[in-house]
């Protein structure tokens, strides 16, 4: 499955860099605002320990990881959703996307500039947040206008419409989010097809200096107060430490640096693993002679499903799945073994996938 996120903020608060650190694709980032006009588009491997090991083990030709796309969208400002700075770009480009990573400036650097002359991470949360719910509550009064008129005629799916929107938009006018709401799956289905912005889930992510790396600051205290009912996600992450780890082409190096600042692995790959947690993604694992492959899928994806992301086809035919769990994969040591030793399972189409699930997939077209 294809996975989209898009990396936001207020212009001059670490996007451009924390971009270049996840993709090495070198967006420029600079001290000035909207130095970010076009989205920059870079796909990233996931990583996972994982996959390396079985790759190790089976010898493929290929080794093909799970990625996740990345965009770096032009910085926002307050009027945005009225079309001021590079707003109307900025909000069709982040509709786009399945979850938002959001960066919030967590430290003070006279040398850095910030676009509304302080340092306030709050404040800036407020003006992003604000901006996307008023471009939420434009999409839903259009559309609640457009089901009033087809209500008239009697139409009680229209009637259902007009009361959920009615839902979201009180929830907009009071100053939230649409995903603080706890809403049913009818509800869901009705505005899923609005793409509303600030239903999207969020990774909010403090930038922060050395220190606060450590030992934390009243910057990201205020962030974890805020956000604590809002059903989001927080790391803190130095990107100058990140670009200065990024730029060491030598694994070892980078390892070795880690270890001075005792961190165990670059920040980078928290954001990625955290984003999976965030949609709730999981990974399951092909693994032949020719090529040993990560594929993305929900947790609570069944068989078919999941062979739907191989190819439409296989779920249309399927037949069945053949699983092996990772750890007897690797503690066995071949398939043909997990054969013999009878850890090889069949499943038909009521079973869901595991997370590190190796998968073989039979069907019929």
């Given at each position: 499955m294809?996975?989209?996120?898009?990396?936001v903020g207020l212009p001059n608060v670490g996007k451009s860099t924390l971009f270049n650190c996840l993709s090495k694709a070198k967006a420029q980032s600079a001290n000035f605002p909207?130095?970010?006009?076009?989205p920059n588009l870079g796909v990233i491997n996931v990583p996972d320990i994982r996959l390396d090991n079985l790759a190790n083990l089976v010898k493929p030709i290929k080794v093909i990881p799970a990625?996740?796309?990345i965009y770096d969208i032009a910085g926002l400002v307050k009027g945005a959703s009225k079309g001021e700075g590079l707003g109307n770009k900025f909000l069709a480009n982040i509709r786009e996307t399945d979850a938002i990573i959001h960066v919030?400036?967590?430290f003070e650097d006279d040398n850095i500039v910030h676009?509304?002359?302080s340092v306030d991470p709050l404040r800036d949360k407020e003006i992003i947040d604000t901006e996307l719910?008023?471009?939420d509550l434009e999409t839903l009064d259009k559309y609640i206008e457009k089901n009033?008129?087809?209500a008239k005629s009697g139409d009680k799916e229209a009637k259902k419409v007009i009361e959920v929107c009615q839902k979201y938009i009180d929830c907009l006018q009071s100053g939230k989010s649409i995903r603080v709401i706890n809403s049913s799956q009818e509800e869901i289905d009705i505005i899923d097809k609005l793409n509303l912005i600030t239903a999207k889930p969020v990774l909010y992510i403090c930038n922060v200096d050395e220190e606060a790396l450590k030992y934390s600051n009243k910057y990201v205290d205020s962030v974890k107060d805020i956000i604590s009912n809002e059903k989001s996600e927080m790391l803190l992450i130095a990107t100058a430490i990140e670009e200065d780890i990024a730029s060491l082409e030598n694994i070892e190096e980078q390892l070795l640096f880690l270890n001075d600042l005792g961190l165990e692995k670059p920040g980078v790959h928290s954001v990625i693993q955290s984003t999976y947690k965030l949609l709730n993604l999981q990974t399951y694992f092909t693994a032949g002679e020719k090529e040993v492959r990560a594929w993305t899928i929900k947790k609570g994806t069944k068989a078919p499903q999941a062979a739907s992301v191989i190819h439409t086809d296989f779920e249309k035919g399927f037949i069945r799945a053949e699983v092996i769990s990772y750890n007897d994969f690797m503690n066995i040591g071949s398939e043909l073994e997990c054969r013999n030793q009878g850890k090889v399972f069949v499943e038909g189409?009521?079973?869901?996938?595991?997370?590190?699930?190796i998968m073989h997939f039979r069907f019929n077209v």
């Open positions: 294809g996975l989209k996120c898009g990396i909207f130095c970010t006009i076009e990625t996740i796309e919030l400036r967590c676009v509304d002359g719910q008023l471009k009033i008129r087809i189409k009521e079973y869901v996938v595991n997370d590190g699930d």
